[in-house]
């Protein structure tokens, strides 16, 4: 057996990590992401087999940095202790061999390939375990961990002989604690694990079982023992969650979270008290377990968005790609707004990536116009400068010039002849810039508001300027090439190396707006068909028109071989092929041959933080949301991993449904042959025309003041002549409208942009947040709901404001809460989450809450159970939430629910924490950051197929990512009786 020279009188974890992760060199990324790290301090060379970590003592110190979480480190005695368990994996024989496990200085400074992503125990936050608030950052000097040196709280173990899958324990004590505060780091805390006189290899255990980050829990030295224990057995390791139940089937304590434990016999010992630290009375209880292998996570494509290789970055997001460029080798696509998505990238003509730009210029990262010349890319930002790229790297060389100039969309820069030309529309000039001096002007010619230029072979310049194309010499004369009368709203131009021919972009909606934002006279306004793209001869004559005129329909199937929404930049290429931008439903980018056959289309950039999910009926069939008030369905294919737009409707424009900016959620019914949609944001209800492409409303129980619903001008003009802020509507008579005489104006409960979900049977259930609750007695209630009252001829239900009905009241704890998301499960029970507290932790969006809940209901309203915490670190531990947004669903009788701040968590029907979803990622060759949200998660889908198949739908920062989540079939449960004395 391994003797060891020190006992361990504390509370054990295990330190397990993945089989593939020993089989990397320092720095990089393991199989199950940021998460599971072991980076090799020295010496790199020594690192062992695929299934082992090896510390050989040599001429370096043998040694490897592992990292821990101290989520749950707390106590509120002042020094508390722990230790590690390490398995072995060869024998050890000839000792002693001593083993040590100190703490790392400055390790987030400089230690190791890749520790700056993550804080070393050095730089710790601590705050009151009562009100959560800081007590200091981890910027400031003050008492804790923050004054360890190396060597302090350090562990050690002695190895005389010890066989193969034997442990050693190295215990770690006097953590000081000062009473009732405690210790948070950003992500988890740095340990050097070093060894002397020897070589140990410790074992990785099974890597798909333990899948998950070391977890370092400790407990008081010297506390009372626990009041009750738990024995269980485990045939295999794997992640545990235990939960305490009173009779009632309420959670009284979350006991156990995620917590990795070995094969065989355990112990969990309970001190009798509750969740929240308080005492619960003596008496039977029951305890259930629920073990699990971890969820995996596999990348299945990309919605909206679709490069060569589907998971690369594309740009836009507030705005698609709106400018595209080409040279002889690629083509350069950019957005003028990117919060989070490169603002350009490259790509070859056959789809593969060159180089990412993930620089910023201006406010989001916006370029609004691209052209190419002698390996340079240049570009106006959207912090209006002129900026020049290596077009090779994509790395930005210089500011050329502050041109003082508004950066819109009238901007437009070309090159050609050795020339860089720049327009400004509102500063009615034409400039030729210096390619190489930063701020050098050589010249400038005056033009009315002078939009698109194109440089011709001969170096002549070509500007569209005043609805017509002029031509500029050499010596600045001017005159007309194309007449204002044979164009309509002309944008952008350009013209076609190999021909001569000059290609103009109408373009009516874009300049109108354009103009209006420069607040021109309105006479100045284009109106007419418009959005085509014409070909003239260098002459002017006209030589032929791609696109229908007025442009394809904006809504209805979607139908591209009829041209244009709303066409803006185009790029004639060099083999009398062109690209142009279409920058509105959905927007895209197409590479036309000359005669107009569509050879490629390019889709995106989305809105930011856009949804898609699945029609039940038919999960081919996914909508999604997008810019401008857009919704897509669009046919997918999950075998061969494609998608296409199918139909496009029109959401903005349908009274009752104009909810701005705000991402909505789309739930899909079916109801009388007819297909149905139900808002999240809002208690609305419409019906899809598909062949028309209209959203016809039928139902809307809105408080519309400050973005919520908007129903039509007399409705809000009723509400304000009789003092209501709320209204409820049904199409009674039919006919698709919003009319007054079929309005009404409660005086209970008043509905904003909170969470809501409706049925199949209709009954629609309305979140807390921003709702303003009239009776008293119903402040904390955990939601309410309305059930039909009765239907249209038509089918359309009607609601009773009057028969509204109320869940049992939230929890005294819990007073002030807001409803964050809500989900009924086909047995009745209702999942709610909700975020409330005082503002405490780390983080944009959770340091604005102090709680994080998912309650569980039964079909009466009565509250079965609550559970979760709020996470005060910059990371979160298992059961830990930082700010909720949304129930996306329930799969395989376990509720999922997304986190503002990139999480996903799932909990199982009982309250057990099962874990994250995409925190253990199939990587198969691909990057890691698909499998990380790369914005604000407003939430997404989550679909089980009739054959338990399990499809999550990822709002991301311009698409939605859809991966298939499996380990659902791992789950193995346990339960049993305690009696606390």
């Given at each position: 057996?391994?003797?060891?020279?020190?006992?361990?009188?504390?509370?054990?974890?295990?330190?397990?990590?993945?089989?593939?992760?020993?089989?990397?060199?320092?720095?990089?990324?393991?199989?199950?992401?940021?998460?599971?790290?072991?980076?090799?301090?020295?010496?790199?060379?020594?690192?062992?087999?695929?299934?082992?970590?090896?510390?050989?003592?040599g001429d370096l110190p043998a040694a490897a940095l592992i990292r821990f979480d101290l989520n749950e480190l707390s106590g509120k005695g002042a020094v508390v202790g722990a230790h590690v368990r390490l398995k072995l994996a060869a024998p050890v024989a000839g000792g002693p061999v001593t083993?040590?496990?100190?703490?790392?200085?400055?390790?987030?400074?400089?230690?190791?390939?890749?520790?700056?992503?993550?804080?070393?125990?050095?730089?710790?936050?601590?705050?009151?375990?009562?009100?959560?608030?800081?007590?200091?950052?981890?910027?400031?000097?003050?008492?804790?961990?923050?004054?360890?040196?190396?060597?302090?709280?350090?562990?050690?173990?002695?190895?005389?002989?010890?066989?193969?899958?034997?442990?050693?324990?190295?215990?770690?004590?006097?953590?000081?604690?000062?009473?009732?505060?405690?210790?948070?780091?950003?992500?988890?805390?740095?340990?050097?694990?070093?060894?002397?006189?020897?070589?140990?290899?410790?074992?990785?255990?099974?890597?798909?079982?333990?899948?998950?980050?070391?977890?370092?829990?400790?407990?008081?030295?010297?506390?009372?023992?626990?009041?009750?224990?738990?024995?269980?057995?485990?045939e295999r390791p794997g992640r545990v969650s235990v939960n305490i139940y009173n009779e009632q089937g309420g959670v009284v304590r979350e006991l156990v979270q995620g917590a990795t434990r070995l094969a065989g016999e355990h112990t969990e010992g309970w001190d009798g008290l509750d969740t929240?630290?308080?005492?619960?009375?003596?008496?039977?209880?029951?305890?259930?377990?629920?073990?699990?292998?971890?969820?995996?996570?596999?990348?299945?494509?990309?919605?909206?968005?679709?490069?060569?290789?589907?998971?690369?970055?594309?740009?836009?997001?507030?705005?698609?790609?709106?400018?595209?460029?080409?040279?002889?080798?690629?083509?350069?696509?950019?957005?003028?707004?990117?919060?989070?998505?490169?603002?350009?990238?490259?790509?070859?003509?056959?789809?593969?990536?060159?180089?990412?730009?993930?620089?910023?210029?201006?406010?989001?990262?916006?370029?609004?116009?691209?052209?190419?010349?002698?390996?340079?890319?240049?570009?106006?930002?959207?912090?209006?400068?002129?900026?020049?790229?290596?077009?090779?790297?994509?790395?930005?060389?210089?500011?050329?010039?502050?041109?003082?100039?508004?950066?819109?969309?009238?901007?437009?820069?070309?090159?050609?002849?050795?020339?860089?030309?720049?327009?400004?529309?509102?500063?009615?000039?034409?400039?030729?810039?210096?390619?190489?001096?930063?701020?050098?002007?050589?010249?400038?010619?005056?033009?009315?508001?002078?939009?698109?230029?194109?440089?011709?072979?001969?170096?002549?310049?070509?500007?569209?300027?005043?609805?017509?194309?002029?031509?500029?010499?050499?010596?600045?004369?001017?005159?007309?090439?194309?007449?204002?009368?044979?164009?309509?709203?002309?944008?952008?131009?350009?013209?076609?190396?190999?021909?001569?021919?000059?290609?103009?972009?109408?373009?009516?909606?874009?300049?109108?707006?354009?103009?209006?934002?420069?607040?021109?006279?309105?006479?100045?306004?284009?109106?007419?068909?418009?959005?085509?793209?014409?070909?003239?001869?260098?002459?002017?004559?006209?030589?032929?028109?791609?696109?229908?005129?007025?442009?394809?329909?904006?809504?209805?199937?979607?139908?591209?071989?009829?041209?244009?929404?709303?066409?803006?930049?185009?790029?004639?290429?060099?083999?009398?092929?062109?690209?142009?931008?279409?920058?509105?439903?959905?927007?895209?980018?197409?590479?036309?041959?000359?005669?107009?056959?569509?050879?490629?289309?390019?889709?995106?950039?989305?809105?930011?933080?856009?949804?898609?999910?699945?029609?039940?009926?038919?999960?081919?069939?996914?909508?999604?949301?997008?810019?401008?008030?857009?919704?897509?369905?669009?046919?997918?294919?999950?075998?061969?991993?494609?998608?296409?737009?199918?139909?496009?409707?029109?959401?903005?424009?349908?009274?009752?449904?104009?909810?701005?900016?705000?991402?909505?959620?789309?739930?899909?019914?079916?109801?009388?042959?007819?297909?149905?949609?139900?808002?999240?944001?809002?208690?609305?209800?419409?019906?899809?025309?598909?062949?028309?492409?209209?959203?016809?409303?039928?139902?809307?129980?809105?408080?519309?003041?400050?973005?919520?619903?908007?129903?039509?001008?007399?409705?809000?003009?009723?509400?304000?002549?009789?003092?209501?802020?709320?209204?409820?509507?049904?199409?009674?008579?039919?006919?698709?409208?919003?009319?007054?005489?079929?309005?009404?104006?409660?005086?209970?409960?008043?509905?904003?942009?909170?969470?809501?979900?409706?049925?199949?049977?209709?009954?629609?259930?309305?979140?807390?947040?921003?709702?303003?609750?009239?009776?008293?007695?119903?402040?904390?209630?955990?939601?309410?709901?309305?059930?039909?009252?009765?239907?249209?001829?038509?089918?359309?239900?009607?609601?009773?404001?009057?028969?509204?009905?109320?869940?049992?009241?939230?929890?005294?704890?819990?007073?002030?809460?807001?409803?964050?998301?809500?989900?009924?499960?086909?047995?009745?029970?209702?999942?709610?989450?909700?975020?409330?507290?005082?503002?405490?932790?780390?983080?944009?969006?959770?340091?604005?809450?102090?709680?994080?809940?998912?309650?569980?209901?039964?079909?009466?309203?009565?509250?079965?159970?609550?559970?979760?915490?709020?996470?005060?670190?910059?990371?979160?531990?298992?059961?830990?939430?930082?700010?909720?947004?949304?129930?996306?669903?329930?799969?395989?009788?376990?509720?999922?629910?997304?986190?503002?701040?990139?999480?996903?968590?799932?909990?199982?029907?009982?309250?057990?924490?099962?874990?994250?979803?995409?925190?253990?990622?199939?990587?198969?060759?691909?990057?890691?950051?698909?499998?990380?949200?790369?914005?604000?998660?407003?939430?997404?889908?989550?679909?089980?197929?009739?054959?338990?198949?399990?499809?999550?739908?990822?709002?991301?920062?311009?698409?939605?990512?859809?991966?298939?989540?499996?380990?659902?079939?791992?789950?193995?449960?346990?339960?049993?009786?305690?009696?606390?004395?």
């Open positions: 057996m391994t003797r060891t020279a020190l006992s361990v009188a504390f509370l054990g974890i295990v330190l397990m990590t993945t089989a593939s992760a020993f089989g990397k060199g320092g720095g990089e990324e393991l199989r199950n992401g940021e998460d599971t790290w072991i980076e090799a301090a020295a010496p790199h060379e020594k690192r062992g087999g695929d299934a082992t970590l090896r510390l050989l003592d083993v040590e496990l100190l703490t790392v200085p400055g390790a987030d400074r400089g230690w190791g390939a890749t520790t700056s992503t993550w804080a070393s125990i050095n730089d710790p936050g601590i705050f009151d375990l009562q009100t959560g608030k800081p007590i200091r950052t981890p910027w400031q000097s003050g008492p804790g961990l923050g004054q360890t040196d190396t060597g302090r709280l350090s562990g050690k173990a002695e190895i005389e002989t010890a066989e193969a899958g034997e442990t050693v324990d190295i215990p770690i004590g006097d953590i000081e604690l000062i009473n009732r505060w405690v210790l948070h780091t950003w992500e988890g805390a740095g340990f050097l694990l070093r060894v002397r006189g020897g070589s140990v290899a410790f074992h990785s255990f099974d890597a798909r079982a333990l899948a998950d980050r070391p977890v370092f829990v400790a407990r008081t030295e010297g506390g009372t023992e626990p009041a009750t224990a738990i024995s269980y057995t485990l929240r630290g308080e005492a619960v009375r003596p008496g039977a209880y029951t305890w259930k377990l629920l073990q699990t292998q971890g969820l995996n996570a596999e990348y299945v494509m990309s919605l909206g968005v679709n490069p060569k290789t589907p998971w690369d970055r594309w740009p836009g997001n507030h705005n698609p790609v709106t400018n595209v460029a080409v040279d002889d080798t690629g083509v350069y696509f950019s957005a003028g707004s990117n919060e989070g998505p490169p603002p350009v990238v490259k790509d070859t003509f056959e789809g593969k990536r060159l180089w990412t730009n993930t620089g910023h210029f201006g406010a989001f990262g916006g370029l609004y116009s691209l052209a190419t010349m002698d390996g340079k890319l240049f570009a106006i930002a959207a912090d209006g400068r002129i900026h020049r790229l290596n077009a090779t790297t994509g790395r930005d060389e210089i500011a050329l010039a502050d041109t003082k100039a508004r950066p819109t969309v009238l901007r437009d820069l070309a090159t050609g002849a050795g020339q860089l030309v720049v327009s400004g529309a509102d500063q009615n000039l034409v400039r030729w810039l210096s390619p190489e001096e930063a701020g050098k002007v050589l010249r400038e010619v005056q033009v009315t508001q002078p939009l698109g230029v194109a440089v011709e072979k001969d170096g002549s310049v070509l500007v569209i300027s005043d609805a017509r194309v002029l031509r500029i010499g050499k010596a600045g004369e001017q005159r007309d090439v194309i007449a204002a009368d044979r164009l309509v709203g002309p944008a952008r131009l350009d013209v076609d190396p190999k021909t001569g021919d000059i290609l103009v972009v109408e373009s009516v909606g874009i300049v109108a707006w354009a103009l209006r934002e420069m607040k021109l006279p309105e006479e100045t306004t284009p109106v007419g068909i418009g959005q085509q793209v014409k070909r003239f001869s260098r002459d002017g004559e006209l030589l032929r028109t791609y696109g229908e005129p007025g442009g394809r329909p904006k809504v209805g199937p979607y139908q591209p071989e009829r041209g244009f929404v709303a066409p803006f930049d185009i790029i004639a290429c060099l083999d009398g092929s062109f690209m142009v931008t279409d920058i509105e439903a959905p927007p895209r980018t197409v590479h036309y041959s000359a005669d107009g056959r569509i050879l490629r289309e390019w889709f995106g950039g989305m809105a930011y933080g856009s949804y898609a999910g699945p029609d039940p009926a038919d999960p081919t069939s996914v909508w999604m949301v997008l810019n401008y008030g857009y919704l897509m369905r669009m046919s997918v294919d999950y075998e061969e991993r494609t998608w296409y737009p199918a139909a496009l409707f029109r959401l903005d424009e349908t009274p009752g449904w104009r909810v701005g900016g705000v991402p909505i959620r789309i739930y899909v019914r079916h109801h009388n042959g007819q297909t149905w949609l139900a808002s999240d944001k809002f208690a609305g209800i419409a019906r899809v025309d598909e062949q028309a492409g209209k959203i016809i409303p039928l139902t809307a129980m809105a408080f519309p003041m400050g973005g919520g619903a908007e129903p039509t001008d007399e409705i809000l003009q009723r509400m304000k002549q009789n003092g209501k802020l709320t209204y409820q509507w049904a199409d009674r008579n039919g006919n698709g409208k919003m009319e007054l005489s079929e309005a009404e104006f409660p005086s209970g409960a008043m509905h904003s942009l909170g969470n809501s979900y409706v049925d199949e049977n209709w009954n629609y259930y309305l979140g807390m947040s921003n709702v303003l609750w009239v009776y008293a007695n119903r402040t904390r209630a955990g939601y309410a709901w309305y059930e039909p009252v009765g239907f249209t001829a038509q089918g359309t239900p009607i609601y009773d404001n009057e028969k509204q009905k109320h869940a049992d009241p939230l929890p005294e704890f819990m007073s002030g809460h807001q409803n964050a998301g809500l989900w009924k499960t086909d047995d009745g029970h209702v999942f709610a989450a909700y975020n409330g507290g005082k503002g405490a932790g780390l983080g944009f969006w959770s340091a604005r809450v102090g709680d994080n809940k998912l309650a569980c209901f039964t079909a009466d309203g009565k509250l079965k159970w609550v559970v979760g915490r709020h996470s005060l670190t910059g990371g979160a531990g298992p059961g830990e939430g930082r700010y909720f947004v949304s129930i996306l669903g329930v799969v395989h009788d376990c509720p999922v629910v997304s986190d503002m701040e990139s999480l996903f968590h799932v909990w199982d029907s009982d309250g057990l924490w099962v874990g994250r979803l995409l925190e253990n990622p199939v990587l198969d060759g691909k990057p890691s950051y698909i499998f990380k949200v790369k914005c604000e998660n407003f939430g997404g889908d989550i679909y089980q197929w009739p054959d338990g198949r399990v499809f999550l739908y990822a709002s991301d920062e311009n698409r939605v990512n859809v991966f298939s989540i499996t380990g659902w079939d791992q789950f193995k449960r346990q339960a049993g009786k305690v009696q606390l004395p």
